[in-house]
Each structure stands twice: as C-alpha cells, then as structure tokens.
C-alpha cells in the first residue's frame, strides 16, 4: 500500500499549519506508524527548523523521515515517490502564499488540512462573506485553488478524491458572539465548498513553547504533563480521529 498523504494547506500565512503539521506528526510517531514529512515552505522552513530542534534532543524519541526543499528543481518528485513506498503517512507542510511546489502537493493530497484562526480575515481567503446578512456569497481564491487542484488529481488518478477538513485554530474561551457567528458561517461554507469543518486546537502556550525542544505535548509523560497539556493532547487526537486515516483503522 502507498502511503496516505496529508497536506496541511493555506495561502494566508500564520493559521498554523506548520504547528499543527509537527503536532500531528507526534501523534502519528505516537500510534506506532512509520511517518515521512516534507516542508515546501522554502524561506521560513519551520517544520524543518522543529525537526531539527527534535534531533538535538536529550531524549529517546520516535523521528519521521524528514526532506527539506530547498528550491523547486524537481528534486520533489523523486522524494515524494521514495517516502510513498517507504512511509505509511507522508506529511506535508506548503508555505502560507502561492506557489507552484505548493499547488502540486495539494494536488496530491488524499486529505488536506486548512487551519484558520476564529477571525472573518482569515475566513476571507476561503469565502466573501456579506457583512450585512452574514451570508456566503462566493468561494475566495484559495478555495478556487483548492477546486482546481481536485480537478488535477481526479485528472491523474482516475476518481481521486480530496478529503479537505478546515480545522479552527487558536480558539478562545471569550468572543461568543464571534465564535458563533464564526460557526454558522463555517456550516455553510462546508456545504458550499465541499469541507469538513473539524475541532481544532485551542489557543494555548503550550502549542508553542515546546518548539525550541522539538517536542509537542504528545511526547511527554506522566508528571511532565498539566491539565493543559492534557487538554491540548485531547485535541490533537480529536483532530487526529476525524481524520479518518486508512492506516489506524
Ligand atoms: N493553537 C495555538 N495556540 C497558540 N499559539 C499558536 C497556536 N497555533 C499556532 N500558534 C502560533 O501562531 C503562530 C503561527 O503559527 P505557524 O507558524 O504554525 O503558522 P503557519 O500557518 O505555518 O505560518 P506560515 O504561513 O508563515 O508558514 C506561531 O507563533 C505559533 O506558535
Ligand atoms: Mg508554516
């Protein structure tokens, strides 16, 4: 069997798609699954940097087979086709702008993972919203890529599917108002551009200060973890769950 691809998605920068690619790649190391990860993101390379950190580190840990590209000259494919045969999940983490080496990984996404943060801005790059009514009134750019790169991949494998998930990230406790809002225009948007709309991480320190250790929550043990960490764990396994991977069934 080749292996499941996941793509982590978004041409606006900053959602944390590089965070939640290192967190889910913890919990798939964690389940016992051979994990091999790519970072498309040429300039800031943050998945690569965490990977990095998680190397230097004084403990015993489980390390995904990790390549880093450092420019776009086909050495993509050639990696991408080794981890296939060698990986039961290769994890892909694309830069927050437009590029050609980020089109061709959402096009060989078998689920595509697209954080936003709770804010109609980031809501912008999937949909315009009307501000009146709060109503959808057309898909954005980045979910016309998404549409195109579908067509790519049924294309080249004859009914390929990609199964999208939006997952809210840094979600707080306040701002009720907004977040329901933000819930209800996320529902229709689901229907309108063919997405699941899945829990997602909270906003917490702890998803991000453990970066300089390469370490994520699910790496740590017994006393080491608060009821912080442990809410957090919950929700990178929820997220991990809905999913749905052919390999942990
Ligand atoms: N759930 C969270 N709670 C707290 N901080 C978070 C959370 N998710 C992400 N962050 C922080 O938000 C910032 C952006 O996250 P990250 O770098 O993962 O985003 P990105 O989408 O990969 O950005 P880029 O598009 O630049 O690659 C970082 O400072 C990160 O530590
Ligand atoms: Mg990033």
């Known amino acids: 069997m080749t292996a499941h691809v996941l793509v982590f998605g978004n041409e606006k920068g900053g959602t944390g798609k590089s965070t939640a690619a290192m967190h ?25 940097r965490y990977i990095e950190n998680r190397s230097q580190s004084q403990r015993l840990l489980k390390s995904p087979d990790h390549i880093r590209i450092l420019e776009d000259n086909g050495h993509f494919q050639d990696a991408f086709e080794r981890l296939q045969q060698a990986e039961d999940v290769i994890v892909i983490d694309t830069p927050g702008y437009d590029s050609p080496l980020g089109k061709l990984a959402h096009s060989l996404a078998d689920t595509l993972i697209t954080p936003i943060n709770d804010s109609f801005i980031d809501l912008d790059v999937l949909a315009r919203v009307d501000g009146e009514s709060l109503t959808i009134k057309a898909p954005s750019h980045y979910a016309e890529t998404v549409w195109q ?101």
């Open 149 to 249: 790169q579908r067509q790519q991949k049924m294309l080249r494998q004859k009914g390929g599917t990609i199964d999208w998930i939006v997952m809210r990230n840094r979600l707080s406790h306040l701002d009720a108002r907004n977040k329901r809002d933000m819930e209800g225009l996320l529902e229709a948007l689901s229907k309108r551009i063919g997405c699941r709309i899945v829990p997602g991480f909270g906003e917490r320190v702890i998803y991000r200060e453990l970066f300089l250790k390469g370490l994520t929550m699910m790496d740590m043990k017994g006393e080491e973890l608060s009821m912080s960490h442990l809410a957090a764990r919950q929700e990178v396994r929820t997220l991990l769950e809905a999913m749905n991977l052919p390999c942990l069934k």
């Open 24 to 48: 889910v790649i913890a919990a798939l190391l964690d389940q016992g699954l051979r994990v091999g990860c790519m970072d498309l993101d040429l300039r800031q390379g943050t998945l690569s």
